[in-house]
């Protein structure tokens, strides 16, 4: 599957306050191999960024297996750190 499929494929878009438009997308998977494609993923998350006029993509990778989510930001990254502590 191309990077552009894997970070649209399950895209939603918000409207914030301000009028700023984010997208975020998830994929489950098994294992960390996904993450190995990390800069692939993100210049496709780049691309959508830049042609819809969002103010961020964001993706969240989740192994079903361990549990937990890797979260890859294209866009306003300093906002998402504050937002997560």
């Known amino acids: ?14 409207e914030l306050s301000g009028g700023q438009t984010i997208c975020i997308a998830q994929v489950e998977v098994v294992g960390k191999g ?5 800069e692939e993923l ?11 006029a969002l103010a961020l993509y964001a993706l969240m990778v989740t192994d079903v297996l361990e549990k937990g989510t890797d979260l890859l930001i294209a866009g306003e990254e300093a906002a998402v750190a504050r937002a997560f502590g």
């Open 42 to 52: 993100l210049k496709a998350m780049r691309s959508e960024r830049e042609n819809k």
């Open 1 to 14: 599957m191309s990077a552009q499929e894997i970070v649209t494929r399950d895209a939603k878009r918000y």
């Open 34 to 38: 996904l993450l190995e494609r990390k």
